[in-house]
């Protein structure tokens, strides 16, 4: 251990407490190498400092910096998650709700949830930014439902965008694991930005504006060489309309058209959406695009259209079974 800090515990009272919370951070890096007595004495300092207002009221954001007006807020915010103590069910709303959740206070907080404490949050966050309603997300365990108290607030709240990677992508990550379409629209309804920044996760759930409109997004940047600069176009599984056979096909087209051989790449994807909508029209979309070129990536595309006329001859095989099999004679099993 650094000898400042073996001086630290040489410490007593309150000479030992302001060191301790004025050091909170550097701290907080050495507590696995603390004794069971000086580990003691932090938590007992860390506790007893618990700010009379709670901590968020004094984090203070401007941008991307944050001061605490509180030396107390300051430990409960670093020095609290290495130490592992555990906060009530009203210090977690607070401190989730404070605006300064780093990732070592995030895992800190999921250790210690529970849905009492983030209802508690939803009633203490006012904030119409999603930034903050991010943070209080990344608190709550991903193997956990979101509380619907926290769900309703942030709808009713949320009406701006302070950095779209970054609270937002928890909001639609959240939502749009949980299945919740219509709170992901009601979000996006209040502003470009939220829209924007939420398409991804309504398209997963098969909301057709939206992959149609990240479908033409995604034909451009291919078009004009910028296919890998986005991610893996995952967000195309949730696609399920017929109406979007043409989008897809022009999508596809585009693919091609660069000449890449890239397994990684958008074919693969678009290839399962088509499948997955099936019938007559994306048989002809495949021929029609066959059509176009003589080239061998043209050409590869029979094996995919074979696996659409596949699926389809099962699909009618498995409706007639039960016709077939009563004019034969044979034993129907109820598949119910």
Not at 114 to 135: C, I, N, R, V, Y
Not at 297 to 313: G, S
Request: some cysteine; proline content about 5%.
């Amino acid at each position: 251990m650094r000898p400042e800090i073996e001086a630290m515990f040489e410490r007593e009272g309150d000479d030992f407490r302001e060191l301790a919370l004025r050091n909170s951070m550097p701290l907080s890096d050495v507590v696995d190498d603390l004794s069971p007595g000086q580990r003691e004495r932090l938590c007992d300092v860390v506790k007893s400092a618990w700010p009379d207002e709670g901590a968020r009221a004094h984090v203070h954001r401007e941008e991307n910096n944050v001061r605490f007006g509180d030396l107390g807020a300051y430990a409960w915010l670093t020095l609290a998650p290495a130490l592992d103590l555990r906060p009530s069910d009203e210090q977690w709303a607070d401190l989730a709700t404070s605006g300064a959740v780093w990732t070592d206070t995030a895992d800190w907080l999921r250790r210690h949830y529970t849905a009492e404490a983030a209802a508690k949050a939803a009633e203490m966050l006012d904030s119409d930014d999603s930034a903050p309603w991010g943070q209080l997300l990344s608190a709550i365990p991903s193997d956990q439902e979101v509380p619907d108290a926290v769900i309703d607030a942030m709808v009713d709240r949320v009406r701006t965008v302070d950095n779209p990677h970054g609270g937002l992508w928890n909001i639609g990550q959240r939502l749009g694991g949980a299945g919740n379409l219509g709170a992901l629209q009601a979000i996006s309804s209040r502003s470009d930005a939220l829209e924007s920044g939420l398409r991804v996760w309504r398209a997963r759930l098969g909301e057709t504006e939206a992959a149609s409109s990240l479908l033409g997004d995604l034909t451009g940047a291919v078009k004009e060489g910028k296919g890998r600069e986005w991610d893996d176009p995952e967000w195309l599984e949730g696609v399920s309309d017929p109406v979007l056979l043409p989008d897809l096909f022009e999508a596809l087209r585009a693919d091609l058209m660069v000449e890449r051989d890239d397994p990684f790449g958008p074919s693969r994807y678009l290839h399962r959406a088509i499948l997955r909508i099936g019938g007559d029209d994306a048989v002809k979309g495949y021929d029609e695009l066959m059509s176009t070129s003589d080239e061998s990536r043209f050409n590869f595309l029979r094996i995919h259209r074979d696996d659409v006329v596949q699926a389809e001859l099962r699909k009618i095989g498995q409706e007639s079974a039960a016709d077939v099999a009563r004019t034969l004679g044979l034993p129907v099993l109820d598949a119910n």
